[in-house]
C-alpha cells in the first residue's frame, strides 16, 4: 500500500517512484570516498578556502572577554564581519572553536544572534535569545570557558546579507504590512529560493557556498598565534548546526564537532517537515549519494556530538531516532563507537543552559583543555 503524504496528496506515489528510477538516501560509509562525493555535490569545494585582506577594526573587554572584531572578503561580495572572543585571564595558545549562527528565519543579523560584541546585547534579539537560548550568548560562556572563539556572519546573513533593494520586486511585495527588520527577514525567506536558483546555474548549491564561507573562517581561527591549529571544534544549533556537520564532511581540519537540533534522517522528513528547512539542509544530489546522518559521520572517526530535542516541531521523534542509530552504526563499524555521543533531551527546539553546559565539557573533553 502506497503512503500518503498530506503535502503530495494525489502524488504521494512519486517517493516510491523516485526510489524506483535511482536509488535515494544509500547507506554510505565513512571515509574518504564519501567524503570525496560530497564535496562534489555541494559544489563551491575546489579553490583555497582562504581569507583576504583580514584586518582588525576595534577591541574590548567586557564580561571576563577580550573580543576583536576582525573582517575579511571571501573574494565576492561585501566583507564578512566576525567576532574573535577568549578569556581575559588565557596565556599562550588555547583550543578553537568555530561558533555557528543560526537560520531562524531571520538574516538581518547573524553572528548577533548567539555572541555579544562590543556594543552588548542586540535589543531586537531578545525574544530569539530568550526562546532559543535561554537568555545566553552562548559564544561568550563558551570563550569564557577557555575557549578562543570565531564567530561570524555568513553568506546571506547580518554583513553577508543581500541589500533589500537588489532583491526582485516580486519578492519584496510579499511581506505587506511588515517594515524594518521583520519586512527584510520576512522577504529574505523568499530570497533564499531566488539565490538557490542562483547556485544550481551557477554549478553549485547554497550548502557549498556556505560550507566554503565556513572553511574561510576556520582557515583564519587555525592562523591566528592564540590558537592551537590542530584543536579546533564547531559547534551550532538548528541551521548552525547543517552548518557544522557541512563543515566537519568537508574540511580536514575539525578536531571535533556539536550537531544542536538538526538531525534526523531525510525519510524522518516526510511529510509535514520538509517545508520548514533551508536549502542549506537539502543540498540537491545530495540524497543519490548519502542520508544527513551519513554526511554527518563521514569524518568519523573524527568526534561528533549530535543533541536531539524530542518535542522539536522541525523533525519527527522516528526520523531522530533512526539518524542516531544510523550514526552509532558508522561509528562502530570503524571501531570507534566511543567518538559518537547522542543525547536526547525533552522539550522543543532549543539549545538551552544544560545543553550548553554539556556540549561545552564535551568540547573541553575532545579538545583536551
Not at 583550543?95 to 555557528?100: K, S
Not at 559518537?340 to 525533552?346: A, K, L, P, R
Request: proline letters at 6%.
Amino acid at each position: 500500500m502506497t503512503a500518503h503524504f498530506q503535502h503530495l496528496g494525489i502524488f504521494s506515489d512519486w517517493v516510491s517512484a523516485a526510489d524506483t528510477h535511482g536509488h535515494i538516501h544509500p547507506n554510505a560509509a565513512p571515509g574518504a570516498e564519501t567524503r570525496h562525493r560530497i564535496r562534489e555535490v555541494v559544489g563551491f569545494s575546489h579553490a583555497p578556502a582562504v581569507p583576504r585582506e583580514v584586518r582588525i577594526d576595534r577591541t574590548w573587554t567586557r564580561d571576563g572577554v577580550v573580543g576583536e572584531e576582525v573582517s575579511w572578503s571571501v573574494g565576492y561580495g561585501p566583507r564578512t564581519t566576525a567576532w574573535v572572543l577568549r578569556p581575559t585571564q588565557s596565556r599562550g595558545s588555547l583550543p578553537g572553536v568555530l561558533a555557528l549562527h543560526s537560520h531562524d528565519g531571520y538574516k538581518y543579523f547573524g553572528k548577533e544572534k548567539i555572541a555579544d560584541g562590543p556594543a552588548g546585547a542586540v535589543q531586537e534579539l531578545t525574544p530569539l535569545r530568550d526562546k532559543t537560548y535561554q537568555g545566553r550568548a552562548f559564544a561568550n560562556a563558551l570563550a569564557a570557558r577557555g575557549f578562543v572563539v570565531l564567530v561570524h556572519d555568513v553568506f546571506l546573513w547580518g554583513s553577508r546579507r543581500f541589500p533589500l533593494e537588489t532583491m526582485p520586486e516580486s519578492i519584496r511585495d510579499r511581506a505587506t504590512g511588515l517594515d524594518g527588520i521583520e519586512h527584510y527577514n520576512a522577504v529574505a525567506r523568499d530570497h533564499e529560493h531566488l539565490v538557490s536558483k542562483y547556485c544550481s546555474v551557477l554549478g553549485t548549491t547554497l550548502a557549498g557556498v556556505v560550507a566554503y564561507e565556513d572553511r574561510v573562517a576556520l582557515a583564519y581561527l587555525q592562523s591566528r598565534p592564540d590558537v592551537l591549529p590542530t584543536k579546533i571544534g564547531t559547534i551550532g544549533l538548528s541551521g548552525g548546526g547543517c552548518r557544522a556537520a557541512l563543515l566537519q564532511a568537508t574540511s580536514d581540519n575539525v578536531a571535533a564537532t556539536v550537531v544542536v537540533g538538526m538531525m534526523t534522517t531525510y525519510a524522518g522528513l516526510l511529510d509535514d517537515h520538509l517545508h520548514q528547512h533551508t536549502w542549506m539542509f537539502v543540498p540537491p544530489g545530495l540524497a543519490t549519494i548519502a542520508d544527513w546522518p551519513d554526511l554527518a559521520a563521514s569524518a568519523a572517526p573524527t568526534p561528533l556530538l549530535v543533541q536531539y530535542n524530542r518535542h522539536d516541531p522541525l523533525f519527527s521523534l522516528e526520523g531522530m531516532q533512526s539518524a542516531h542509530a544510523r550514526i552509532e552504526s558508522h561509528y562502530a563499524s570503524i571501531g570507534r563507537p566511543e567518538a559518537y555521543v547522542g543525547e536526547f533531551y525533552d522539550g522543543p527546539h532549543k539549545f538551552d543552559l544544560h545543553m550548553q553546559d554539556s556540549a561545552f565539557t564535551w568540547l573541553a573533553l575532545n579538545l583536551h583543555l
